[in-house]
């Protein structure tokens, strides 16, 4: 256990609809990221955010949305879903935002778009 | 442009021998390398890393060897177990970035 969790574990969904996935970070962590697994590829970076703000922007859709709240857990937020945004999902943390830190991944959430 | 390469999507290891997995890179940037563990369905399990300034890392049966002049790293398994059958990713960052670039992966099997 990583002590990293994420909510719900499973989502299906309709194209066009908007869902949110929660994630907690272990405690004492304030960097929280998010990644995305489509069909056994490698983990796509999304977004991380440090102790409440943006820290570093990756592969992110313009219809995917993030932010992390004052108690540092982290929400995803999905728009006008499509197909090919069924995925897993995962969070990770770490203690610092810096190069050189590891991270902690959660279980994921798997999204399936119908 | 791939910065973070894993040339074997696979690789069958006998029970009790041992396993090397291989990454590649291409920025001379990274500075720090970290292997993962991860099993269908579940998120990645953080197994050993490395920083530039060391050539080698180890942590019980997991040894983790740079060659920062050939930009090469590798994962040893010594001895190869059943629930050692996993993908392994590399990943790396540098100080500059502070997001993990990954590799795609390589699907370890071993043969009881």
């Known amino acids: 256990d990583s002590g990293v969790t994420q909510t719900p574990k499973h989502l299906i969904t309709a194209t066009g609809q908007r869902v949110t996935l929660r994630c907690s970070p272990r405690s004492g962590d304030l960097s929280v990221y998010w990644y995305q697994q489509s069909l056994d590829q490698g983990l796509q970076f999304l977004i991380q955010y440090y102790n409440g703000e943006e820290r570093a922007k990756g592969n992110i859709l313009e219809r995917f949305s993030a932010q992390q709240f004052p108690d540092l857990h982290s929400e995803l937020n999905l728009s006008s879903l499509e197909l090919g945004d069924s995925a897993l999902y995962f969070c990770?943390?770490?203690?610092?935002?810096?190069?050189?830190?590891?991270?902690?991944f959660g279980p994921g959430t798997r999204l399936l778009v119908l | 442009d791939q910065q973070v390469k894993q040339n074997s999507p696979s690789l069958s290891v006998q029970e009790g021998r041992i396993s090397i997995l291989n990454c590649d890179y291409t920025?001379?940037?990274?500075?720090?390398f970290l292997w993962y563990k991860k099993y269908p369905a579940e998120g990645p399990t953080f197994l050993i890393s490395?920083?530039?300034i060391k050539d080698k890392n180890e942590d019980g049966r997991f040894t983790v060897f740079l060659n920062k002049s050939a930009k090469h790293l590798s994962l040893h398994i010594v001895p190869s177990q059943p629930g050692d059958s996993a993908v392994y990713f590399c990943a790396a960052s540098s100080g500059s970035n502070y997001q993990l670039i990954w590799g795609a992966g390589t699907k370890l099997i071993i043969k009881p």
């Open positions: 920025n001379s940037m990274f500075d720090y």
């Open positions: 990770a943390s770490s203690d610092s935002g810096t190069s050189g830190t590891t991270q902690y």
């Open positions: 490395i920083s530039s």
